[in-house]
């Protein structure tokens, strides 16, 4: 986990109802990713930040939305408009500033809407 | 990115050597391989990326072929907490995006 906080990490909501999911990280990291994953699958990305103030829609961002006011978080919202919602999310971080490879994972949050 | 094909899964004896195989043949000469591997319901976890040589660190070893067309990661002696799906993955140097396939699942038996 090493710096990456998700919150909660169970997260339960009606279908219709818009739910945020919490990123913190206190690693310093100019870049943040957002990824989903599905029973089986592998990972698919939603949105990306290398920088405050900036971001960038990924693979698969219809029905998600982000903010990146500061640099420690990167919430993202699932909307409504998102048919199928229930997955398990994962937030990630990569050092901008050299020439970092390593993406530093957060714990997931799991989300089911029903 | 180029796409990568790994075999769906994968078994080795506790204290072996687990010797998992990976294909890129339409990698990009200044695309990297990496490594992620994922323990049931955690975030991956970073192993090891190279370029064009060999790479060893304490996790693991990544050695890629000549023509970088594939490349194996190898675990010297697996234990059971290496039991995990192992990403192969390839992209452009840092900061790049990382687009991440099934994998492959180890299995490490006693």
């Known amino acids: 986990d090493g710096g990456i906080t998700q919150s909660p990490k169970y997260l339960f909501r009606k279908e219709g109802q818009n739910v945020t999911l919490s990123c913190e990280q206190n690693l310093n990291h100019d870049a943040m990713y957002w990824y989903r994953q599905d029973p089986g699958q592998g990972l698919r990305l939603i949105y990306y930040?290398?920088?405050?103030?900036?971001?960038q829609k990924g693979d698969i961002a219809e029905g998600y939305s982000v903010s990146r006011e500061k640099k420690e978080s990167f919430p993202l919202t699932v909307t409504s408009a998102q048919k199928n919602p229930t997955a398990f999310y994962l937030c990630?971080?990569?050092?901008?500033?050299?020439?970092?490879?390593?993406?530093?994972f957060g714990p997931g949050t799991r989300l089911t809407v029903t | 990115d180029a796409k990568t094909t790994q075999p769906t899964s994968m078994d080795c004896a506790e204290g072996r050597a687990a010797n998992l195989p990976c294909n890129h043949s339409t990698i990009s000469g200044n695309e990297y391989v990496y490594w992620y591997r994922q323990i049931h319901s955690q975030g991956p976890q970073y192993i090891i990326h190279g370029l064009k040589n060999n790479e060893t660190n304490e996790m693991a070893s990544l050695i890629i072929t000549e023509d970088r067309k594939s490349s194996t990661l190898i675990l010297p002696h697996a234990t059971l907490r290496d039991t995990a799906v192992y990403y192969c993955?390839?992209?452009?140097?840092?900061?790049?995006?990382?687009?991440f396939g099934k994998g492959i699942t180890l299995s490490v038996r006693p």
């Open positions: 990630a971080t990569v050092d901008g500033q050299g020439s970092s490879y390593e993406q530093y």
């Open positions: 993955i390839v992209s452009g140097g840092a900061n790049s995006k990382l687009t």
């Open positions: 930040s290398q920088i405050v103030n900036d971001f």
